[in-house]
């Protein structure tokens, strides 16, 4: 574990507004039995003063974060794998048109990949978690498993060649080493191709004090003005952003190499509409701290509240977002005996540092539970929808972005 007191890209002094004291992995689950010690870092969050990068201030090794036994998969949620449909099939409709070379970072278990395979365009997938791969792997697709950085690009090019598309989703911001990736990615990319990545944007994070998006893997939060920065400094330029309704609120850059294309107008737009708002201003920053403690508060009141009245309250979704709530405002087993999630790699296990047993959906049924947090905040509609019959009886869902509610 590492301490960073000064930026990861710059060097420039790192403004700390938040932090969130000493926190697990977000994806360390325990399995049951296990007694050793679990690893504890300090989640503090920055922003730095010359090039307006929000970042983490400490760094966990990545070997302990992405390895063969990561268990998040993709392919769980039915919105999700429609947005990688549709991603897919614009890159086969305009960059990939007629033939190609696409490669994806952090391919996972193939959610977006398994499109661009199907329809016969050369790929390769990048991921260093073997188990999430695997799904890939049996389904046909192409994939490394290695971290993509500059050397590992050296070799994909000299065995691979230049890439038109590099695509990558919820990756990029995980990578404290974004700069080796840019400079692999730059290297990589054919004259006029395009590196393509969407990521949890900053100005969402604020707006709706979404807290829980701070985590180890979570390292960078972009703003536009952060990664038109970062794409100088590797000899690139971002040519288009694009807001997107995903994950709670996410950000599309697209790059190329610098003089390849013409920035779009709405580069300059989110640009202007970033600076309007003030986003990255110390006052900005000051209010969303103030709005994080009055979430912790407010839900910490709730959850002691039904407690005491006697009622039945449980989780819904294990997110890496859950371990940052739960450490964070102090929630364990006592406040909630347990959380079901459709990952069948967490189930039976227990959430990082509060404990709490994770279980399959089949355990959120009747006699339904009178309440239900809902940690998978971002897939609302999706989950709502599939579990109708618990409202029906009277069930009432808890959230805690933009602030607590309950509907
Ligand atoms: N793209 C998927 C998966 C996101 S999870 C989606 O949007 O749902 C992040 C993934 O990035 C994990 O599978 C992790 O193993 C992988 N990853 C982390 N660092 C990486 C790196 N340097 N190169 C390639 N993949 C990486
Ligand atoms: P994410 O917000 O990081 O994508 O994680 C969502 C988690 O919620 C993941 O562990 C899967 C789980 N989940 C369910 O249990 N049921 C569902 O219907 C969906 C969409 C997700
Ligand atoms: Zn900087």
């Known amino acids: 574990m590492s301490a960073v007191s000064s930026c990861r890209i710059c060097g420039g002094h790192l ?58 998969r993709s392919s769980g949620s039915a919105f999700m794998r429609d947005h990688f449909e549709s991603v897919a099939h614009e890159f086969l409709d305009t960059e990939l048109k007629g033939n190609g ?9 193939g959610v977006m990949l398994r499109t661009i395979a199907a329809a016969g365009m050369r790929h390769l997938g990048v991921d260093p978690s073997r188990g999430a791969t695997e799904a890939a792997r049996s389904q046909g697709m192409r994939v490394r498993n290695c971290f993509f950085d500059e050397a590992s690009a050296a070799g994909i090019l000299a065995e691979e060649g230049p890439a038109n598309v590099i695509y990558s989703a ?10 080796s990736i840019f400079n ?32 180890d893997e979570h390292f960078f939060l ?10 100088e400094r590797s000899g690139m330029q971002l040519v288009d952003v694009a807001h997107l309704p995903v994950h709670g609120g996410e950000i599309r850059f697209t790059l190329s190499l610098r003089g390849a294309r013409e920035p779009t107008a709405r580069v300059a737009e989110m640009l202007r509409a970033e600076d309007a708002r003030g986003l990255t201003d110390l006052a900005t920053l000051q209010r969303f701290s103030m709005a994080v403690q009055n979430s912790r508060r407010a839900l910490l009141a709730l959850l002691r509240d ?10 819904y979704g294990a997110t890496a977002k859950s371990a940052t709530v739960t450490n964070y405002c102090g929630i364990g087993p006592d406040l909630l005996p347990f959380i079901v999630d459709n990952t069948p790699a967490k189930q039976g296990r227990l959430t990082p540092g509060s404990h709490i047993p ?33 409202r029906k009886t009277g069930g009432r869902w808890i959230l805690y972005v933009p602030q607590v509610h309950v509907v």
């Open 358 to 390: 994770i279980r399959p959906p089949e355990a959120f049924s009747r006699p339904y539970p009178e309440f239900a947090v809902l940690f998978a905040w971002n897939h609302a509609r999706e989950i709502m929808e599939k579990e109708r019959e618990f």
């Open 170 to 179: 919820n990756t990029i911001s995980h990578v404290p080493y974004v700069e």
């Open 101 to 109: 070379f696409l490669i994806e970072i952090g391919c996972n278990d």
């Open 15 to 72: 403004h700390e507004f938040f932090e969130f004291g000493r926190q697990p992995l977000a994806n360390a689950l325990i399995s049951p039995g296990h007694d050793g010690e679990e690893l504890l870092f300090r989640l503090a969050v920055g922003i730095c003063r010359s090039c307006t990068m929000v970042q983490l201030t400490d760094e966990v090794p990545r070997e302990l974060m992405f390895h063969d036994a990561y268990p998040y």
């Open 184 to 215: 692999g990615v730059a290297s990589l990319l054919a004259p006029g191709g395009i590196f393509v990545f969407e990521d949890p944007y900053f100005g969402d994070i604020v707006e709706r004090t979404a807290f829980d998006q701070i985590y």
């Open 222 to 231: 972009f703003t536009v003005r952060s990664v038109a920065n970062l794409a």
């Open 306 to 315: 039904l407690r005491g009245r006697g009622k039945r309250v449980v989780g």
